[in-house]
């Protein structure tokens, strides 16, 4: 009775979380790693999983052994046959000692894509690639002999989940997109102002002019009462004055 509650527990838990949290984890096996290199064994990457539990836990000790005499060959590469498209959310590598880049790809054999890379700068710790692609096949290369990490973890987003990352990403570029083109009409718009000299800081762009006097002017602007503005000298200056001394 206790057993079937905390199960109960676990998975009202699970399905309260918001769709983004939603990751489930990847089984992975030795034989779905390729070494793309005839020498050096990848296979302890994965041969610790059933010590994984829910979010990375635990300090994984095998690791992608390659005897130091190939360091002079780096990089090297390996990759997982998944078996499968899966709409993949992160790999997390178990970071050992040393630092060095680490790169993820994703694709297929012979056309990669890179999509992320990681310093191994951390020290006996957990450490979360984010992916968001939808890939059969991942391939990690490390570049240098200083890039160590022993077991990895590959996620996958449930369908729900899935579905929101691709919704907020495309609310992500419309966003990007919208902001862009303000950048754009702003510069277009800050070629066409005029210059005026601004002794004594030189030559700027003019940013905007209001004349409260004007009627039609497009500001909000008025005067109060009306008639009120006009024209003073001030300091070699002619400015609009507001009637009080000292005040443009």
Not at 82 to 98: C, M, R
Not at 143 to 166: C, H, L, R, W
């Amino acid at each position: 009775m206790k057993t079937a509650w905390i199960v109960l527990s676990a998975a009202s838990y699970c399905f309260a979380l918001p769709a983004y949290t939603q990751q489930l984890r990847v089984e992975l096996k030795p034989k779905m790693l390729v070494n793309e290199a005839e020498v050096g064994d990848p296979s302890g990457l994965v041969d610790e999983q059933r010590e994984i539990i829910g979010p990375p836990a635990g300090k994984p000790s095998t690791t992608w052994k390659l005897n130091a005499k190939y360091w002079k060959q780096f990089p090297f590469s390996v990759y997982l046959d998944l078996g499968k498209e899966k709409n993949l959310s992160a790999i997390w590598l178990y970071d050992t000692n040393g630092k060095g880049d680490v790169v993820i790809s994703w694709g297929r054999p012979g056309k990669w894509n890179e999509v992320a890379s990681y310093d191994c700068a951390a020290y006996l710790k957990w450490a979360e690639i984010k992916l968001d692609v939808s890939t059969r096949y991942l391939r990690i290369t490390r570049k240098t002999p200083g890039a160590n990490f022993s077991e990895i973890a590959v996620y996958e987003y449930s369908d729900q989940a899935y579905q929101a990352m691709v919704a907020r990403k495309a609310d992500e570029a419309r966003r990007e997109a919208a902001r862009q083109a303000a950048l754009k009409k702003a510069r277009e718009e800050a070629r066409q102002r005029p210059l005026v000299d601004m002794a004594p800081y030189g030559t700027l762009s003019l940013v905007d002019e209001i004349d409260c006097s004007d009627p039609a002017t497009k500001h909000e602007f008025s005067e109060s009462p009306a008639g009120v503005s006009k024209i003073e000298t001030i300091l070699t200056y002619r400015c609009p004055e507001s009637g009080k001394p000292g005040h443009c």
